[in-house]
C-alpha cells in the first residue's frame, strides 16, 4: 500500500510540474496576462502542498523550474517562477504558522528583498540587462512590493477557495 501511495504521489507530482511548465510556455506565447500565466504556474506547487507535502511539491517545483529555464522562449518568465514565484507556496505555509503578524510580515519583506537581490544579480550579472529604468531604483523596488503583497494576498485567497474543492 505504502508505494502504491508513493507512487501515486510522484506521478501527480509530475502531471503539477507537466502543468507548471505549460503555463509558463503559454506566458511565452500569448502576449496578453502573462504574469497571470506565472501566478497560475506557482499555483500547481501550492496545490501540491495542500493536497501531499512540501517535500513532493518541492520536487515538482525544481523540476518545473528546470525544464522552464530550458525550454521557456522566453527567460525572463522563467527565471521569475524559478527566483520568486514558483518556490513561494513551498514557504507560505511554514509563513502561515507564525502567530505573530509582525513577525510574519518581517519575514516576508526579508524573503520579498532577498528574491529581489537575487533577481537583480541574474538579471545585471547573468543576462546583461542593463538597469536604466528611467525612474529611481526605490521607486521600483517599492513597487514590486506592493506587487509582491498583492501576490500574496491573491495567492491567499485563491488556495483557501481551492483547498476545499480538492481531495485529501
Known amino acids: 500500500m505504502l508505494l ?9 507530482g509530475g502531471i503539477l510540474a507537466a502543468l507548471a511548465l505549460l503555463f509558463l510556455i503559454m506566458s511565452s506565447a500569448i502576449p496578453v496576462g502573462r504574469l497571470v500565466f506565472v501566478f497560475l504556474a506557482s499555483s500547481m506547487i501550492g496545490i501540491g502542498v495542500n493536497m501531499f507535502s512540501i517535500r513532493f511539491s518541492a520536487a515538482a517545483y ?3 523550474a528546470i525544464l522552464g529555464l530550458f525550454i521557456v522562449p522566453e527567460k525572463t518568465y522563467a527565471v ?10 513551498l514557504l507560505k505555509p511554514l509563513l502561515d ?25 541574474i538579471a545585471v550579472y547573468l543576462l546583461n540587462i542593463p538597469m536604466n529604468v528611467g525612474y529611481p531604483v526605490w521607486l521600483l523596488w517599492l513597487m514590486m512590493l506592493v506587487a509582491f503583497f498583492v ?4 495567492y491567499s485567497l485563491f488556495m483557501q477557495k481551492i483547498y476545499y474543492a480538492l481531495p485529501k
Do not use: E, Q, T
Open 62 to 64: 525544481a523540476a518545473s
Open 97 to 121: 504558522k507564525i502567530c505573530s503578524l509582525p513577525l510574519r510580515l518581517a519575514l516576508k519583506l526579508v524573503i520579498f528583498n532577498a528574491y529581489m537581490l537575487v533577481c537583480w544579480l
Open 4 to 12: 502504491k501511495d508513493k507512487s501515486r504521489h510522484v506521478a501527480f
Open 80 to 89: 521569475l517562477y524559478a527566483v520568486v514565484v514558483g518556490n513561494y507556496p
Open 151 to 154: 501576490y500574496d494576498y491573491a
